[in-house]
């Protein structure tokens, strides 16, 4: 198993041991800012607690996509008030392979935030409950707070600028479809910037949601030493870059704004078909 990824069976037996990890719940869906909370308290992993993507992973939507960063001190109070340090490992996991929205929270942890030991379930809560582990319902107990100040590290992801005068290849994590723009459910233009390649985020997993082999993955992405990932508002463009960590291969940055913001100035091209 890759050092960003836990199994289901991995997981249970860490459980078992102390200091036991912080485990978080990431589930999501668009459209709804209630589902994730909702579908915590209808049953979690034992000793999870609810992490919002509306709430705790971005900022309100407006100028920036629907999907912007926190402020760093906003997050960093979130991850205190989670109990999250440096020495205690993180995993996080939602139901969509990590898609909704796991891989956000690993590169927020882990690669903004720089936090050493975030893994992300591989096959999420399915798998979970496929290898017997046991769903609690509730309200969140109280947890002792942290002291971290993490210290981010801003390199890791790119504003509009810089992804329209950057030569990085850019990938785009989004269906081929909204990709090529046949249908685009979500947002108010369709297409993509031009000169992206499209690499939907669902083709990281196999069959039953887990992610491909690493050797799999690497033949499958181009292998580019500089690379942009975007998607509709910075989510499953994560999965991408969570691919690229599990596969070995250099980690692209992320545009957080994404599709969302990009076509919120005129002045930025967009292209359409393949």
């Given at each position: 198993?890759?050092?960003?990824?836990?199994?289901?069976?991995?997981?249970?037996?860490w459980?078992?041991?102390?200091?036991?990890?912080?485990?978080?719940?990431?589930?999501a869906?668009?459209?709804?800012?209630?589902?994730?909370?909702?579908?915590?308290?209808?049953g979690?992993v034992p000793?999870?607690?609810?992490?919002?993507?509306?709430?705790?992973l971005?900022?309100?939507?407006g100028?920036?996509g629907?999907?912007?960063?926190?402020?760093?001190?906003?997050?960093?109070?979130?991850?205190?008030?989670?109990g999250?340090?440096?020495?205690?490992p993180?995993?996080v996991y939602?139901?969509?392979?990590?898609?909704l929205?796991?891989?956000?929270?690993?590169?927020?942890?882990?690669?903004?935030?720089?936090?050493?030991d975030?893994r992300?379930l591989?096959?999420g809560l399915?798998?979970?409950r496929?290898?017997?582990?046991?769903?609690?319902e509730?309200?969140q107990?109280?947890?002792?707070?942290?002291d971290?100040?993490p210290?981010?590290?801003?390199?890791t992801w790119?504003?509009?600028?810089?992804?329209?005068?950057?030569?990085?290849?850019k990938?785009?994590?989004?269906?081929?479809?909204?990709?090529r723009?046949?249908?685009?459910p979500?947002?108010a233009?369709?297409?993509?910037?031009?000169?992206?390649?499209?690499?939907?985020?669902?083709?990281?997993?196999?069959?039953s949601?887990?992610?491909?082999s690493?050797?799999?993955l690497?033949?499958a992405?181009?292998?580019?030493?500089?690379?942009?990932?975007?998607?509709?508002?910075?989510?499953?463009?994560?999965?991408?870059?969570?691919?690229?960590a599990?596969?070995?291969?250099p980690?692209?940055?992320?545009?957080?704004?994404?599709?969302?913001e990009?076509?919120?100035?005129?002045?930025?091209p967009?292209a359409?078909?393949?």
């Amino acid at each position: 198993m890759s050092d960003v990824l836990i199994g289901a069976e991995e997981l249970h037996h860490w459980l078992q041991e102390q200091p036991t990890p912080v485990v978080l719940d990431c589930r999501a869906r668009l459209g709804d800012p209630e589902a994730g909370i909702r579908l915590w308290r209808e049953g979690h992993v034992p000793t999870s607690r609810h992490l919002d993507l509306d709430r705790d992973l971005a900022s309100s939507p407006g100028v920036r996509g629907r999907h912007p960063l926190p402020e760093p001190g906003d997050f960093a109070a979130t991850l205190r008030r989670l109990g999250v340090e440096p020495g205690r490992p993180v995993v996080v996991y939602d139901d969509m392979g990590g898609q909704l929205a796991a891989a956000r929270a690993w590169w927020m942890l882990a690669q903004w935030a720089g936090h050493p030991d975030v893994r992300v379930l591989d096959g999420g809560l399915p798998a979970w409950r496929e290898a017997g582990g046991t769903l609690v319902e509730g309200e969140q107990a109280e947890t002792s707070a942290s002291d971290w100040a993490p210290v981010f590290d801003d390199d890791t992801w790119v504003e509009a600028d810089e992804v329209f005068s950057s030569r990085a290849l850019k990938l785009d994590a989004r269906s081929r479809e909204r990709f090529r723009g046949e249908n685009e459910p979500v947002d108010a233009l369709a297409g993509h910037i031009p000169g992206a390649r499209c690499r939907p985020s669902a083709d990281n997993l196999d069959e039953s949601g887990r992610f491909k082999s690493p050797e799999a993955l690497r033949e499958a992405f181009p292998g580019a030493s500089d690379v942009i990932s975007y998607c509709g508002s910075g989510v499953t463009a994560c999965h991408n870059i969570l691919a690229h960590a599990v596969a070995g291969l250099p980690l692209p940055k992320l545009y957080v704004g994404s599709w969302s913001e990009w076509i919120r100035d005129p002045a930025r091209p967009v292209a359409t078909g393949d």
